[in-house]
């Protein structure tokens, strides 16, 4: 403890200035790295070739944390989604070198890319945290995850089998499990890597050919995975990437008559106009993860109340609450109610807002301006309407978009902040009295995404995973999963699964060989 005979450090002042001294030395050498944010790639990727838009327009993006410029981006529109798709077309052709690559070969191309992906961790985590305001250790937990996600597909390849089905008569009848073609990937800012890893691997272990389409505000890091599939050897026109806007890329390909699968992530609004592209053009497949309102109940027999209270919390303020299944309404039974809320403000007050790069962190920027401003404006509303701010409540000045952990007591369930998406970290606390009471209003909601519950009573537990009218239960838990766990919503919060065997149906067709095999004589 570096003591000697003339001078005497009582440990915990010891203890207290070495936190302080390690956390400059990791804040100041991150702040550093973060100095020097490595965007490499901003072009348009089209048959493993770095393109500019044919328009020749670019678009800026920033870093939330401070509203910085980082890049300029090449802006892709409808004629670049047109020599997209025909390179895609090319390489889906029979014949191919990719129709005719075998499907264990399909996996080693995946297992390549998913090393190349932890080989390049620091480089991705730093340029994903600059561009979507992530916090640094979430970006590096994304990638992993991500890697060990395209890795469980790689292993589907070559195991993706139809049936053998017994006919009457002499007739041998069989399925094939065969690709769908061209599948679109519209994906979302908030986890840019993750969402876009989740459609890219099941769509490719497939043997469908990819095109995606970045969030504007968050385009860097799918950039630079399509040059990772280009390192990995995946054949041209297989994978491409098109960053640019909603109304023009986004719209493109949603109406494109030769595009066979969108995959889209995003708010329930744009998942409307997805549906409504499929209907209008060639009736393609539509796999829709949309929005959430999701309930978090917690009731007094859990005798863990500290440990509820931190994982609602954090259910509902990951991410700075800029996630589709946060769990934003919190039910609390009256018995723990009051008790309840005051550790929840507390932990609120407690939570370390800061720049995301630092790892003593816990808290970064919203994403950009106008997601802040809706933030703002249904915090707002909550006060007008009578919630109690028991934590936060307010934007934060300072370059950049941010806004307080804010905790909401004495919540109702006609409210705005009840009722609305508010995709910010907003935690609102109701309180109910009964199991059948805060069954009907969990359910009173438009969404279906995820729901949680929190007792020691295993009948309770499964009775509530029964009730709840959500894609995902959790109990004792929130936000847990694996790749091999399907996730996806009930109602407006989507169509389809994600992660798991469902998601390889999602880009799968089925197809009936049914032959005869003698004379029906003999």
């Not at 995850?145 to 790689?154: E, H, I, L, N, P």
């Not at 209907?279 to 497949?285: C, E, M, V």
């Amino acid at each position: 403890l570096l003591l000697n005979r003339s001078v005497v450090v009582g440990l915990s002042e010891y203890c207290m200035l070495l936190l302080f001294a390690l956390r400059s030395i990791v804040k100041s050498r991150h702040l550093t790295t973060m100095s020097a944010v490595p965007v490499k790639y901003t072009q348009l990727f089209i048959n493993n070739q770095w393109k500019d838009a044919v328009s020749g327009k670019k678009f800026v993006t920033i870093n939330p944390a401070n509203g910085a410029k980082l890049a300029e981006v090449a802006e892709a529109d409808a004629a670049d989604v047109e020599i997209a798709v025909k390179e895609a077309k090319k390489a889906f052709a029979v014949g191919s070198k990719w129709r005719k690559l075998d499907p264990s070969k399909r996996a080693d191309l995946l297992f390549k890319l998913a090393d190349l992906m932890v080989k390049n961790i620091e480089e991705m985590a730093v340029l994903e945290t600059a561009n979507c305001g992530k916090l640094l250790e979430a970006s590096k937990e994304d990638i992993e995850f991500s890697a060990k996600v395209t890795r469980y597909y790689a292993g589907w390849c070559d195991k993706i089998c139809g049936q053998n089905i017994p006919m009457d008569g002499n007739y041998f009848a069989v399925t094939r499990k065969e690709p769908v073609g061209i599948c679109a990937a519209i994906t979302p800012w908030n986890y840019p890597i993750a969402m876009f890893i989740l459609k890219l691997a099941p769509i490719l272990a497939c043997g469908n050919v990819f095109i995606g389409k970045p969030a504007e505000q968050s385009p860097l890091t799918a950039l630079y995975i399509a040059q990772l599939c280009l390192e990995a050897g995946f054949p041209p026109g297989v994978v491409a990437v098109l960053p640019g806007f909603g109304p023009t890329a986004g719209a493109a390909l949603a109406n494109h008559m030769e595009v066979h699968k969108v995959s889209f992530t995003g708010s329930t609004e744009v998942g409307r106009l997805m549906m409504k592209a499929s209907g209008d053009s060639n009736l393609k497949r539509v796999t829709l993860e949309l929005g959430g309102k999701s309930p978090n109940i917690i009731f007094a027999d859990y005798d863990n109340l500290e440990y509820a209270a931190a994982v609602a919390q954090e259910a509902a303020m990951t991410n700075q609450g800029q996630c589709c299944s946060a769990g934003s309404r919190t039910f609390v039974q009256e018995q723990i109610y009051d008790k309840f809320v005051a550790i929840s403000a507390q932990l609120a007050k407690q939570r370390q807002v800061g720049a995301p790069e630092d790892l003593m962190s816990q808290h970064g920027p919203q994403i950009d301006q106008e997601q802040l401003n809706k933030i703002v404006d249904l915090v707002e509303s909550g006060k007008k309407q009578g919630a109690k701010v028991v934590a936060g409540g307010k934007k934060l000045e300072r370059p950049g978009f941010w806004v307080e952990p804010t905790v909401f007591a004495d919540v109702t369930d006609d409210m705005r902040i009840s009722k609305e998406e508010i995709f910010g970290p907003v935690q609102s606390i109701f309180k109910f009295k009964t199991f059948d009471e805060v069954v009907q209003r969990a359910n009173n909601t438009q969404y279906g995404l995820g729901a949680a519950v929190f007792t020691k009573d295993i009948d309770r537990a499964y009775a509530m995973a029964s009730a709840l009218e959500a894609g995902t239960v959790w109990v004792n838990c929130y936000n847990s999963g694996e790749a091999n766990t399907p996730f996806g919503g009930f109602k407006m919060s989507g169509i389809g699964r994600e992660y798991g065997e469902d998601s390889l149906n999602q880009y799968l067709e089925t197809k009936t060989v049914i032959v005869q095999v003698g004379n029906s004589s003999l």
